[in-house]
């Protein structure tokens, strides 16, 4: 049991990858906050948690509201008494299929940036405030993409995640004295909701998938599994001496 007597807030937990971590998470031991602007998507994973034995809650919270990340973790001690692990996962993709860069509006770049950008700003702001507020280490794990690495996936999107990459990094340089670790994972492309959406059938998708797939020396794609297994490293105490780490979750 990994992540054992462990409270975990996760955003986006109605879905992909915050589902797939809550669900890991749990079966690790943890106590689980399903933190959703979604509030019957995070409802629904609290149930395949419960099914599973493990004990979690859902609480509304919308990324780039500050009142709702401080009302979030607020909501996760009252009920659990602590907070050990904030897992910045919610996101949003590129609104429209192949947007060019020039055909982004402001509206576009204010969304993407706020929910991508603001909302890991905010939740790590607060974890760290709560951490040192307990006296005790803290993990926080955010979910960044290898958009934010290579100029691939989404220009608005890639420098919302290139900003978690380095705001990743500058915190946990930051933050280490007060043995405060943060690390991301960094997927590649995932059929998911946040792609799902994209209004093209589903063969078309599965071309589209295959086509991402074979781009990674591995051959396969991404699960939302595989990249809870690397948010669980960076979760639990293996990682104990690990920080600042930008890992791809990408198939090579
Ligand atoms: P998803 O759409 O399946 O899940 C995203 C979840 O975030 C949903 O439950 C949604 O309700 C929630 N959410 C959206 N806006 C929110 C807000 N303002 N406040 C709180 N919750 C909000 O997508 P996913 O693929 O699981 O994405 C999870 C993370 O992985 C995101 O940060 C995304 O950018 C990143 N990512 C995804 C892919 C991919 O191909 N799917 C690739 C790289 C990185």
Not at 182 to 192: F, I, L, S
């Given at each position: ?64 509201s500050?009142?709702?990340i ?96 380095q705001?990743t ?13 943060v ?70």
């Amino acid at each position: 049991m990994q992540l054992e007597g462990k409270t975990v807030i996760i955003t986006g937990a109605g879905s992909g990858v915050g589902r797939a971590s809550a669900i890991l998470f749990a079966d690790e031991g943890a106590r689980v906050v399903c933190a959703d602007v979604n509030d019957e998507w995070a409802k629904e994973t609290v149930r395949l948690v419960e099914h599973n034995g493990g004990s979690s809650i859902a609480v509304h919270c919308d990324v780039t509201s500050e009142g709702d990340i401080s009302s979030t973790i607020d909501a996760t001690v009252a009920e659990y008494g602590r907070l050990d692990v904030m897992y910045n996962n919610a996101g949003v993709a590129t609104p429209r299929p192949g947007l060019r860069f020039e055909d982004h509006t402001v509206e576009d770049f204010d969304r993407l940036m706020s929910i991508n950008l603001k909302g890991v700003f905010l939740g790590t702001k607060h974890a760290v405030l709560q951490f040192k507020k307990q006296s005790t280490p803290g993990s926080i794990v955010n979910t960044a993409s290898v958009a934010g690495i290579v100029g691939w996936g989404g220009t608005v999107y890639g420098a919302t995640k290139g900003g978690v990459i380095q705001l990743t990094r500058a915190v946990a340089v930051e933050a280490a004295p007060f043995d405060i670790r943060v690390n991301a994972v960094c997927p590649a492309g995932m059929p998911t909701t946040n792609f799902m959406d994209i209004p093209t059938d589903t063969a078309t998708q599965t071309v589209a998938f295959d086509k991402v797939a074979q781009q990674h020396p591995l051959g396969r794609n991404i699960t939302p599994e595989d990249v809870a297994a690397a948010a669980l490293y960076f979760a639990s105490d293996s990682a104990r001496n690990v920080t600042g780490v930008i890992l791809p979750v990408d198939g090579g």
